[in-house]
C-alpha cells in the first residue's frame, strides 16, 4: 500500500508557516494595493488567518477574473492575497509529498524543471532516436477546463489521509463551473501535475515507452515506427477519455529529422528556435520600446539560434533602448553580435 500522509494540517495553519507563506506571496508584487494593505498590519492579518483556520472558519473569498490572451485566450481567476497566501501554506507541505512521486520527464509547474528544460530532453530524445523514427505529439483539449475535481481529490486521497487538508484543497478546486480548475492558483498548477500523473505511469509502466516528455498536458513519445505510433494514440486516448475524462484536442505523427514544436520552441535534433509568433511578439515589444518584456524574451531565447537574430534587430532598430537593459543582458547581447 503507498504510503498517506496524515497530521499536515497543523502544520499548513502554523504562524511560522503562513509568514513563511507571505514573503512567497509577496515576492515580485510589493507594489499591488492588496499586498500594501494586507503588510500594514501583518501581525494581526496573520494571526487573524491562523485563527481562521484553527477554528474551521477559513473559506476562500473568490476570485476576480479577467481575460488575458497571450498565448492564447484564457480566463484568468484571481484569488484575494490573503488566499494566495494560504494557498503557499499548502503547497509548502503538500508538494514535496507529491513531486517525489513524479516521474523524471514531467516538466510542468515543478522545481527545477521548466520549459527550457523540457526543450532541453526533448532534444536529446530526437538525438537518440532512430533516423527513420517517429515521434507522436499530443495535446489535450481544454485541458485545466475539463479536469474532473471528483477524480482529483480521489488521486489527492492517495497520498493525504488529513480530512482538514483535504477539505482545504478542495476548497482552491471549487469556483463557478460544473468541471475544472480555477487558471490563476497556485494549487492548480500542482492540481494538473496529479490528474496527469496517472497517464506517465500507464505511458512508462504499462505501454513501456522509454523516450516521453510532458510539460502539463502537450507530451510527446520518441522513437516509434507508424503502426506503433499509431497504436500510442489509440491506448492513449481510451486512456485518456476512460479514466480521466478527458480527450486530445490534436495529434501529431511527424519523423524525428522534421523535429518538434514544443515549449514555445521549434526544436531539431542540431539546433532550436523561438517560434514565428514569439518572432512577432518580438518586433510588436521592439517597436512600443517595452523594455521589461524584451528582456524576457531575450533570456527565453538565449539558447536558441534565434539570439542572434533578436540581437542584431534589437540593436539595428532600437539602440536607444540597450543601455536601458540589464547589465548582463548587454554583456550576453555584445557576445552574441561580436561571435
Known sequence: MPTRFGHLYEQVASLESLYAAF???????????????FERNLGANLAALADELAEGRYRPRGYRKFEVREPKPRVIYAPEFRDTIVQHAVYAVVYPIFDRTFIHDAYGCRVGKGHHRAADQAQRYLRASAPDSVTLQLDVRKFFYRIDRAVLMTQIERKIKDPRLLALMAAFCEYDEPRGLPIGN?????FASIYLHDLDMHVKRVMRIRRYVRFVDDFILFGLDRPQ???????????LADRLGLELSRYTIAPVRRGVNFVGFR???????????SLCRFS??????????????LGNARATASFRHFAGRLYARRPDLVPRLPAATRATLEAACCS
Open 23 to 37: 514573503l512567497k506571496a509577496r515576492a515580485g508584487k510589493r507594489c499591488k494595493a492588496a499586498v500594501e494593505a
Open 186 to 190: 497556485l494549487l492548480s498548477q500542482l
Open 267 to 277: 526544436t531539431w535534433r542540431r539546433t532550436r528556435c523561438v517560434r514565428k509568433h
Open 284 to 297: 510588436r515589444r521592439l517597436r512600443e520600446g517595452d523594455v521589461p518584456a524584451l528582456v524576457s524574451m
Open 229 to 239: 505510433a499509431r497504436a500510442a494514440l489509440q491506448e492513449i486516448e481510451a486512456f
